[in-house]
């Protein structure tokens, strides 16, 4: 399915407009709809005390809210101004849980672009968590890092494999975009548990039929972290993006006692494409 609907988040924050930039980019490349999203929980009076709030106190809250909204609007229509493709680029502002919201709506586009970990101090309204956005959703995410130069951004992709079912998922919803790079790396860490060759059959010759330049790369433990050993090639590799699958055991373990999604999206400087 060729990419035509993109959805970003898009909160003021400076990993909202990174995010904003690499999807503007998208929507050029791929000729689609954008459509940005505020998800916010703009509740700043707890629900347990406010019967006991005046109606005008009550009413300012309320018009502090949609003023903050309104405001985070003209922000994004500001940004999205010189776009020659208005008629493509739409706008949604919603009330509630902001990781459910976007999660909910991402189920309805092609692929949904986020500011990594785009936490911001005294903020919570609009905070959001791309990877348990990724797992509610069951679609790809594109998390972009706010310190993202689209500058520096070439058509070199990385591709995590595995074999296991995640990156097989990652690799399915991020082939509309693969089809487009230059040159993919399939990137192996050799661990001991990595998906075994198949015969006859191999992650090369499924990229190879779609009319994709691929390298392979196996890369040693050496005594490292498989994360390690993915953000040191990154670091070396320099790609425009990263594809891999998220949480191949659960996200609680993964978020207690660390894991190779975790630290990849923490650590890793471009943007990553995620599916679970």
Do not use: C
């Amino acid at each position: 399915m060729a990419i035509k609907n993109l959805l970003v988040t898009y909160s003021g924050t400076d990993s909202s407009k990174a995010a904003l930039d690499f999807a503007l980019f998208l929507r050029d490349k791929y000729d689609a709809h954008l459509t940005g999203l505020l998800a916010h929980n703009f509740a700043p009076i707890n629900q347990n005390v406010s019967s006991w709030i005046p109606d005008e106190i009550r009413e300012s809250i309320k018009k502090a809210r949609a003023k903050a909204s309104k405001a985070i609007k003209n922000q994004f229509e500001q940004r999205v101004a010189d776009n020659p493709a208005a008629d493509k680029i739409h706008w949604i502002a919603k009330r509630g849980d902001s990781d459910v919201t976007v999660a909910k709506y991402s189920r309805l586009y092609d692929l949904t672009i986020i500011g990594r970990y785009d936490a911001v101090h005294d903020q919570d309204q609009i905070e959001l968590h791309p990877d348990t956005i990724a797992m509610i959703s069951g679609r790809p995410v594109l998390l972009v890092p706010r310190e993202f130069d689209m500058k520096t951004f070439n058509e070199h992709a990385v591709l995590a494999w595995d074999g296991k079912r995640a990156s097989s998922r990652a690799l399915a919803d991020a082939m509309q975009i693969l089809k487009t790079k230059s040159l993919v790396t399939v990137v192996t860490v050799e661990d001991g548990d990595a998906g075994l060759a198949l015969p006859e059959m191999d992650v090369e010759t499924a990229l190879h039929r779609h009319g994709i330049k691929t390298e392979r790369v196996h890369l040693k433990r050496g005594g490292k972290s498989v994360a390690d050993r993915i953000l040191k090639f990154l670091d070396q590799a320099k790609p425009g993006l990263l594809v891999m699958g998220a949480y191949e055991h659960s996200k609680f373990r993964q978020s207690f006692v660390g894991g190779v999604t975790s630290s990849v999206l923490k650590k890793a400087k471009g943007p990553i494409l995620i599916s679970h």
